[in-house]
């Protein structure tokens, strides 16, 4: 499922906002969006930037893009290559006790497995 931007207007729902703060907890992740908030990308150039392999960013990038976070293109370079492109989703983030309070109205029911998405602890 395709993430939709997320933006404090309207505010997310708790599981919403829950998604996208446990994708953003990811170091690899992190370190994703802020590369692709200084400018677009394209896949082999990001994993050379930022030090990893492109299968691994692949796995960051599909998590990103389904939490809203980037968005991708696919784009001829003029030697006819395609190539795929991703940028950063505009989103906006007010994260106050209140809009804590706001969100936790809206969450569905909570996992009690102790493990977030990515499995880890």
């Known amino acids: 499922m395709r993430g939709e931007p997320i933006t404090t207007d309207p505010a997310p729902t708790g599981d919403r906002l829950v998604r996208v703060l446990a994708t953003l907890a990811n170091p690899h992740r992190f370190r994703v969006v802020a590369a692709l908030a200084r400018r677009r990308n394209y896949v082999s150039r990001l994993a050379r930037e930022l ?10 990038l599909r998590r990103l893009e389904a939490a809203g976070l980037v968005s991708a293109q696919m784009e001829l370079s003029p030697d006819g290559k395609a190539m ?29 497995t102790g493990d977030d998405e990515d499995g880890e602890s």
């Open 84 to 112: 795929k492109f991703y940028e950063v989703t505009p989103f906006a983030i007010s994260l106050t006790p209140q809009s804590i309070a706001d969100a936790e109205a809206t969450l569905g029911e909570v996992r009690t």
């Open 51 to 60: 030090g990893i392999s492109r299968a691994l960013l692949q796995v960051h």
